[in-house]
């Protein structure tokens, strides 16, 4: 079981940087990729970014290439996602989710276990 905790949502203004967290509880021994997504009001959850457990590879969405860099350190159990140049349609309640699988593998749908989630909203 793992247990994930968001951290570091706020109200930026466009066209602004803000960086997310989310951290692993208690220690780890098992390899997981970790993932971003986001839900808009009135919106499906998107995959937004992934990493592998290495920190090797990664992925992301159309919506955010160039813009978001997903990163992890697994000394401290914890991923982040830097978010540079946001946009009104950025705004979301961003979740973190983790699963366990292959060292290079970075999963966009099968993840097994979910933050709480974190607001993040974008001033036009």
């Known amino acids: 079981q793992v247990q994930l905790v968001e951290s570091g949502g706020g109200l930026v203004q466009t066209g602004g940087s803000l960086r997310v967290s989310c951290a692993a509880a208690g220690r780890t021994f098992r390899s997981y990729a970790m993932g971003w997504f986001r839900q808009a009001p009135g919106k499906e959850r998107e995959f937004v970014a992934g990493i592998s457990w290495s920190g090797g590879y990664t992925n992301y969405a159309d919506s955010v290439q160039g813009r978001f860099t997903i990163s992890r350190d697994n000394a401290k159990n914890t991923v982040y996602l830097q978010m540079n140049s946001l946009k009104p349609e950025d705004t979301a309640v961003y979740y973190c989710?983790?699963?366990?699988?292959?060292?290079?593998?970075?999963?966009?749908?099968?993840?097994?276990?979910w933050g709480q989630g974190t607001q993040v909203t974008v001033s036009s």
């Open positions: 989710a983790a699963v366990y699988t292959l060292p290079m593998s970075v999963p966009t749908t099968a993840y097994d276990w």
